[in-house]
């Protein structure tokens, strides 16, 4: 079966930093984008980043440019985001998530109801 199964998040004081990790499986990785979107209570969900796995072109979005970066281990189908200098704002539940690559990776970032496969939400907490 399909699976995106992340690990990483929890509590963290702001300035802090986090590494997410989602490790997929039961689909063509290659063919996908991989990241992460989050939605924090009482806001739209919203791209944080993905890389495009078959050449590597990533999105970032604009609240988390400079502070976060994405990666890929392909031998192991696995997504890493880091996170540092975080900010309360920071604070959301964090779903992993596996788009086919038909559209352009700025276009995906921008568009949730596009994700073909979601994986478990965790929730990130930021700490002031």
């Known amino acids: 079966e399909v699976q995106l199964q992340a690990s990483g998040g929890g509590l963290v004081q702001a300035g802090g930093s986090l590494r997410l990790s989602c490790a997929a499986s039961g689909f063509a990785f290659d063919d996908y984008d991989i990241g992460w979107f989050r939605q924090a209570p009482g806001k739209e969900r919203e791209g944080v980043s993905l890389?495009?796995?078959?050449?590597?072109?990533?999105y970032y979005g604009d609240s988390v440019k400079g502070r976060a970066t994405i990666s890929v281990d392909k031998d192991k189908n696995t997504v890493f985001l880091q996170m540092n200098s975080l900010k309360p704002e920071d604070t959301a539940v964090y779903y992993c998530?596996?788009?086919?690559?038909?559209?352009?990776?700025?276009?995906?970032?921008?568009?949730?109801?596009?994700?073909?496969?979601w994986g478990q939400g965790t929730l990130v907490t930021v700490s002031s």
């Open positions: 890389i495009r796995i078959r050449d590597g072109e990533t």
């Open positions: 998530a596996a788009d086919k690559s038909e559209y352009s990776i700025q276009y995906t970032g921008r568009s949730y109801w596009l994700v073909d496969f």
